[in-house]
Nanobody
């Protein structure tokens, strides 16, 4: 049974940083990409990053490029998302997800999802 468990969310002030973790279990993710999405109340789910388990290639939208960095620790089966210079509008529940479709921003391509972790950025 595949499980993705996010952690590391919390309350920070604008301009501060957070590091989210996503611990994966239940299968081998060698050819998979791990993506991060966020969803604020009343808004659609938004893609924020993806990283390949194999090779570590990453993909970011312009909205977070230069501020977010994804990495993975294959030995721990964990993916990390370092988020710097956070903005109040980035307050949302952050989800990690897994896909066998490569680096994609399309939520429907991700077959496995975590339960989410809340990130709140105060102004």
């Amino acid at each position: 049974q595949v499980q993705l468990v996010e952690s590391g969310g919390g309350l920070v002030q604008a301009g501060e940083s957070l590091r989210l973790s996503c611990a994966a279990s239940g299968r081998t993710f060698g050819n998979y990409a791990m993506g991060w999405f966020r969803q604020a109340p009343g808004k659609e789910r938004e893609f924020v990053a993806a990283v390949m388990w194999s090779g570590g290639h990453t993909y970011y939208p312009d909205s977070v490029k230069g501020r977010y960095t994804d990495s993975r620790d294959n030995a721990k089966n964990t993916v990390y998302q370092q988020m710097n210079s956070l903005k109040p509008e980035e307050t949302a529940v952050y989800y990690c997800a897994a896909t066998g479709s490569g680096l994609t921003r399309v939520a429907a391509a991700y077959g496995y999802w975590g339960q989410g972790t809340q990130v709140t950025v105060s102004s």
